[in-house]
């Protein structure tokens, strides 16, 4: 019979503003949670630079993952790095021209967890997977980037 493995419960997050404030799941002083839609309310005033979710970060102003790994960040572009194919197939290029954020795309920030209990025979702990993305409408179209964070490590796009 093997041993279960025990995961993570909790992957914290931390969002960092363009103004250089940041905030964190947990204070670091007192262990107090902040709620994540903090985060929604403070973005209203401060542009969200990026959001960290264990060791992944999402760039909101590129719209890329960065991953850090043994050391080492592996930046992963969605549309399997092919940038120019993904501005002709979305329109981004002709949004950036439009858009007011000097030459970037207004990206929405996706994060939730799902929680997923086995009923089974045995009592098993409840696994718990990340999302963490991004969405944009252009030219009237939902254009949505998702990285899967499973308590396992593994990294899964959608």
């Known amino acids: 019979m093997s041993e279960e493995v025990e995961y993570p419960r909790l992957i914290p997050w ?7 404030s940041t905030l964190s799941q947990f ?3 007192s262990g107090k949670e902040t709620l994540f839609r903090e985060v929604l309310l403070r973005e209203l005033k401060d542009d969200l630079l990026n959001f960290t979710v264990g060791n992944v970060t999402l ?3 590129e719209g890329s993952f960065i991953i850090h790994e043994n050391g080492k960040a592996f930046k992963l572009i969605p549309s399997c790095g092919k940038v120019k194919e993904m501005m002709d197939e979305y329109g981004l290029e002709e949004e950036r021209r439009r858009s007011k954020l000097q030459g970037q795309i ?3 920030l996706i994060y939730f967890r799902r929680r997923s209990t086995d009923f089974g025979a045995d009592v098993k702990p409840d696994r718990i997977v990340y999302a963490l993305g991004w969405q944009a409408t252009v ?3 939902n254009v949505k980037h998702i990285l899967y964070i499973h308590p396992n490590g593994d990294l899964v796009l959608g």
């Open 59 to 61: 760039d909101m102003k």
């Open 27 to 29: 204070d670091p002083s």
């Open 14 to 20: 931390m969002a960092r503003f363009e103004r250089g």
């Open 106 to 108: 207004l990206k929405r």
């Open 139 to 141: 030219d009237g179209r």
